[in-house]
């Protein structure tokens, strides 16, 4: 097996039992990223050069015998993610050369754990999308078939780790920007629930919405990503002092006593064929890993698109209102007055889909409008939240869909933007819930794309749904299907 095919576990037993150095790993990576990205374009922003000397320090930790769980694995993240000495763009020509003097929480866990930064990852600028082809650095594709999205807003997160440049990769999700690639791409990826994972050092985009998770290609790989990002940050004021339990512990290969919810509003008409027919094949196998299946009902779900979207861009209007050419990122050239080169900056340097939504924010926060929509939009999102609550006094878990189709071509849904959002129907709700949810691999269309089953869990249950993903994912093969890329 060639070294960047491996899973994170087996990079580990690997490296500690000196089968391999570390840079003999990273330098496989690296040597697949330059083979490969051509025609994904998954990275923005490649640190061959900081990745081989990391992994050297690695190789000298590991042979005085001092091995943290992630010591010499290289990994890849979201370019969302503030990282010192290396730039952090969000995808847009704003911050083209913005490189920031300190380390997000999460990369700096990692780095304390002995990672190895690959580089930072494409994705939808300021992580506005659900396809990934909002980015100032060009589309990503997807690595089953490279005429499609790979779903967004961490597209660059899951490609990476479907093409196997990476073992593992970390990113945002604000409306399912983590699950959805993950469903579109045939990887792992798990959403936190709010206040698990530090977002401190994240670039902001709906700051009550967004959470920092794993994207792995397995479930193992997810829960050992996730024990080494959570956990209590007093730099965030929205993290919880919670202690993360033991997640791998958690990991069993049945579902006796389980109690599995079927939300009716995910199953609906129009949804495709294909994904149907996959999540019920799912249903089927967790009912016969012990699992109790029980129907039930979110009645708030309709609304949670129309929620989502007003919620979402008042936070995107007013936090990026920051980017205003002369503190940082881009400045206009053209000569004229401050407003006249705020203007211009953010006119150059945002592209459509930003400006659309900041556009929409700012309507919707603006003087007699407040209380007609952002106002009433909080009050949908209190009764979608106990609409999950209600439903977890009756099970224990929720399963069903990531999204309504597998990936669509690249430029299918660009010129409507109302069908692209509709694409973040069942992902969308959880994040206003402000609970966990994830994606795992659970069959393939006629095409040959894979296709995501996602499982809810209860606020701060990221256990449970590790457990059922993992009695799921050792019933079946779809996890160990390969891209041919």
């Given amino acids: 097996m060639s070294l960047f095919e491996m899973t994170l576990q087996e990079l580990r037993t690997g490296l500690d039992r000196r089968e391999f150095t570390a840079v003999e790993a990273t330098r496989a990576f690296v040597e697949r990223i330059a083979a490969t990205d051509d025609t994904i374009n998954a990275f923005i922003t490649v640190c061959a050069d900081q990745a081989l000397a990391e992994a050297t ?17 290289p990994l890849a993240m ?28 999460a990369f700096a866990r990692l780095k304390a754990q002995g990672a190895v930064l690959l580089g930072k990852v494409n994705m939808d600028e300021f992580a506005m999308g659900s396809s990934n082809e909002n980015s100032a650095f060009g589309a990503v594709h997807n690595p089953w078939d490279t005429t499609c999205v790979p779903g967004g807003s961490s597209g660059g997160s899951a490609a990476c780790v479907a093409a196997r ?80 339990p033991d997640y791998a512990a958690a990991l069993t290969a049945d579902l006796k006593g389980v109690r599995i919810g079927l939300p009716r509003e995910y199953f609906i008409e129009g949804l495709d064929a294909d994904v149907r027919q996959a999540v019920e094949q799912a249903v089927a196998t967790c009912r016969a890993l012990g699992a109790e299946i029980v129907e039930v009902s979110l009645p708030h779900t309709e609304y949670a698109v129309a929620c989502y979207y007003l919620i979402a861009t008042a936070e995107a209007s007013s936090n990026l209102a920051r980017y205003d050419g002369v503190r940082f990122g881009h400045r206009t050239a053209t000569q004229g007055n401050l407003i006249e080169t705020y203007s211009c900056s953010r006119d150059e340097g945002f592209g459509s889909e930003v400006k659309r939504r900041i556009m929409l924010g700012t309507y919707a926060l603006s003087s007699g409008y407040y209380d007609a929509y952002y106002l009433k939009a909080q009050k949908v999102r209190t009764l979608i939240r106990q609409d999950f609550l209600d439903a977890f006094e009756k099970v224990d878990v929720l399963l069903g869909p990531v999204a309504p189709t597998p990936a669509f ?77």
């Fill in 165 to 244: 440049q990476a073992p593992a990769a970390l990113g945002t999700d604000t409306g399912g920007s983590i699950r959805q690639p993950a469903s579109h791409c045939g990887v792992v990826g798990l959403k936190p629930t709010y206040g698990r994972v530090s977002r401190y050092g994240v670039i902001a985009y709906a700051s009550s919405l967004d959470q920092v998770g794993p994207v792995t290609r397995d479930v193992r790989d997810c829960a050992l990503l996730l024990q080494a990002i959570a956990g209590y940050d007093p730099l965030d004021s929205t993290s919880v002092d919670m202690p993360a």
């Fill in 409 to 485: 071509r690249i430029g299918e849904k660009a010129a409507d933007p109302l069908q692209m959002y509709l694409s973040d129907i069942f992902t969308i709700p959880v994040n206003l819930a402000g609970t966990c949810a994830m994606s795992l691999p659970c069959g393939f269309s006629a095409t040959d794309l894979p296709i995501g089953l996602q499982l809810i869990g209860k606020p701060f249950a990221e256990a449970e749904i590790l457990r059922a993903a993992y009695a799921f994912e050792q019933a079946t093969e779809w996890h160990k299907r390969k891209a041919d890329i």
């Fill in 78 to 105: 979201k370019d969302i993610f503030n990282t010192a000495g290396v730039r952090t763009t969000c995808a847009s020509k704003i911050l083209d050369n913005y490189v920031a003097p300190y380390d997000a929480t």
């Fill in 57 to 73: 320090a690695a190789d000298r930790r590991l042979a005085a015998g001092e091995s943290a769980p992630l010591t010499g694995i």
